[in-house]
Structures are given as structure tokens and as C-alpha cells.
């Protein structure tokens, strides 16, 4: 039997460049305490809670898991299986704030997966079945109590016997749909500097410029990612497509609404360190030589670049309302100092253009 104990902690210092914004602050986006560990060597266990942020419920993980590579079997809350960057760990990402891709996709939710690898780790799978109201304690609609379901497959033809510089070639695709009701309508697209407030540059609900709505048909979302490293240097790329079906306003013919987004991301290790995948994500870097100033070292610095892009429906945005935007694009630069594997500081400036005027 064994326990391991983990969690994360991130504070933040954020500084917003507009004049009249008035929100110049520190803050402290996550502090998680994780246990996880094995039983026998067949049948393993997590649980993740979170004491701080608005985004989350306080149970941020909580499952039991049998079996082993090939086949596993996990139930409890945990990630949908769904898109890269979700799949990647917080400290395996290279900048301060998620994508807008991560906005659209699928989050936490109570179900069941099947998961794997196969081929010598060339091929990731996961299919499961899930609620589909997200994290234990959401409130479930009235009308449809079908599951969601949700599938991702990821190859990675090279990793065995292909030339070097191709080893860390993933391709891959997810996607999702649930049946769903109005009481479950419900998505905030945020920018990078938006993330642990209330703001966002897309709301989408129940209560739309028609009026209230009176039904709802279902919900798909469709993912495609790719991934490629070479040493100290990567790109990742994703792009999801999210699709809400049969929204019926009163009085108003059933209309669909689709919204769309993506991103495209370069890394370069300053020190010389690797970028590694494993099981269809990547994984915390590894300095070659932790901060030491005894010994004259430093840990490792990482440069990362990205570009996002986000598409709203048009056509469900309230005139006037100044809470939606059609478009925005946001371009980031990041600096990481790695001391260790645990520890690291990150220096974030966003910039985020968008095609109308929010509040506020």
C-alpha cells in the first residue's frame, strides 16, 4: 500500500495596463492539497480539494481506479477526458492562464472512464459516461438525465524506433455530447487576465435576448490537438468546437448556437531541458540542475509564446448588453524560472483585442 501527498499553490500579482480598471491586486488563484496512492497493485485512489477560488467546488477530485496498462477502469469526479492542455497538469503548462480553448471544453465531472495505452505507449484512449451537470453538488435540470458521453485518442506514431526528432509527435482528437436541459445552458468564455474573477468576454444562459428559454436540445463538442518536441524546443496547437442544438426561445423557431476556438503555443528550454509526453500529456519539465546558489546554479528558464483565437455566435448576443463579443484574440508571452519541480515563478503579459466593447 501507498500514500502519496501533493496539491498546488499559485499567487498571483496582477496589473492591468487600462487606466480605468481599478483591480490591480494580489490574489490567490488555487491552494490544493491532493492524496493519491495505491491499495494493491491492481486497484489505486485520489482526492484533490481545493481551499480557495470561485471556479471550482471544493471537491476538486475524488476517485477509485482498478487495473492496470493496457485497461483501466476509473469512477468517481475527475477530468472528462477531453483536449491536451486539459490533460496536462497546471505545472506542466507554460504560462499563467489556460487558453480560451479551455473555456469550450469539457471540465470535472461524476462518472466512469475506460482508459489506456497500447502499442508501447504509441496510442492513448479514453471513453467514458458522465452526468454531464459538471462537479458534484451542480444542480441537474428537470428534463433530460441522460449521461454524457465523451471519448479522446491520441497516436503517437514515432515514440518507438522513429527517428529522434520525431519521437514527440502526438496527434489526436475528443469529443463529447450529453442530452442537456436550460438548467445546464451555461457558458463564460473568459481571456487569459480574466480567469479567478467574475468577468468574461461571452455569456451564454438560459435568459438570452429572445427572452428566456423554453428548451434545449443537446450539447456536442469536438477537439483536435497535435504536439511536437525536438530537446529544448516545442509547438502545440489545439482546436474545439462547441455546439449547443434545438435552443427554442418563446415564440421564436428552434436555433442552434456554435462557438469556436483555439490556440497555437511555442516553448523553448533556455537551459537545455526536454519536453516530455506521457500517456497523451505533457509533463512537468525536469531541471537539469535545481536552484542552488551555494553551487552556482539556477534552476531552469523556459520562454513560451502564444496565440489564441475565439469565435462567438453572433446571433445570441443582446444589443446593448455589452457582455459578449463576436471575436477576440489574445496574444501572450511568458518567462518561467523552474527552481525545482515544484516551485517556479512566471512573469505573464496578455494582451487580448476584441471585436466589441465589453463592460466593465
Known amino acids: 500500500m501507498a500514500l502519496r501527498l501533493g496539491g498546488a499553490f499559485q499567487t498571483d500579482y496582477r496589473y492591468y495596463l487600462e487606466t480605468e480598471r481599478a483591480d490591480n491586486r494580489f490574489d490567490i488563484r488555487r491552494a490544493r492539497l491532493r492524496f493519491d496512492g495505491d491499495l494493491t497493485r491492481w486497484v489505486r485512489y485520489g482526492l484533490e480539494y481545493e481551499f480557495q477560488g470561485n471556479e471550482t ?5 475524488a476517485y477509485a481506479e482498478l487495473g492496470k496498462v493496457p485497461l483501466s477502469l476509473r469512477m468517481g469526479q475527475f477530468k472528462q477526458p477531453f483536449s491536451l492542455e486539459w490533460q496536462t497538469r497546471d505545472k506542466g503548462l507554460y504560462f499563467a492562464e489556460r487558453s480560451f480553448a479551455y473555456s469550450l471544453g469539457a471540465g470535472r465531472d461524476n462518472g466512469m472512464m475506460l482508459h489506456g495505452t497500447v502499442w508501447d505507449g504509441r496510442c492513448t484512449y479514453a471513453l467514458g459516461a458522465f452526468n454531464g451537470d459538471g ?10 438525465d441522460d449521461p454524457e458521453a465523451a471519448a479522446r485518442l491520441v497516436r503517437a506514431p514515432f515514440t518507438v524506433g522513429g527517428p529522434a526528432w520525431l519521437q514527440n509527435l502526438q496527434f489526436g482528437g475528443s469529443g463529447t455530447y450529453a442530452g442537456i436541459d ?11 487576465g480574466m480567469y479567478g474573477s467574475s468577468r468574461s468576454l461571452y455569456r451564454q444562459s438560459h435568459d438570452t435576448k429572445f427572452g428566456v428559454l423554453q428548451d434545449v436540445d443537446g450539447r456536442w463538442r469536438l477537439g483536435l490537438e497535435g504536439f511536437w518536441s525536438c530537446g529544448p524546443v516545442a509547438l502545440a496547437g489545439e482546436a474545439v468546437h462547441l455546439r449547443f ?4 426561445p418563446a415564440g421564436e423557431p428552434s ?18 531541458e526536454s519536453f516530455i509526453l506521457s500517456r497523451g500529456a505533457l509533463q512537468p519539465l525536469y531541471p537539469h540542475r535545481f536552484f542552488d546558489p551555494d553551487a552556482g546554479t539556477w534552476g531552469a528558464f523556459v520562454l513560451a509564446a502564444r496565440v489564441d483565437h475565439f469565435e462567438g455566435d453572433e446571433g445570441w ?32 503579459l496578455s494582451h487580448t483585442e476584441m471585436s466589441d466593447k465589453i463592460r466593465v
Request: hydrophobic content about 40%.
Open 57 to 61: 467546488s471544493n471537491l476538486v477530485n
Open 255 to 272: 436555433q442552434d448556437a456554435e462557438f469556436s476556438a483555439g490556440y497555437l503555443s511555442a516553448m523553448w528550454a533556455l537551459t537545455g
Open 245 to 248: 442544438t434545438g435552443l427554442k
Open 317 to 348: 448576443i443582446t444589443p446593448g448588453a455589452y457582455v459578449s463579443v463576436k471575436r477576440a484574440d489574445t496574444y501572450t508571452l511568458a518567462c518561467n524560472w523552474i527552481l525545482f519541480p515544484m516551485y517556479r515563478v512566471v512573469l505573464d
Open 135 to 144: 462537479p458534484d453538488g451542480s444542480t441537474r435540470g428537470t428534463e433530460s
Open 182 to 192: 436550460t438548467a445546464n445552458l451555461s457558458l463564460s468564455v473568459k481571456s487569459p
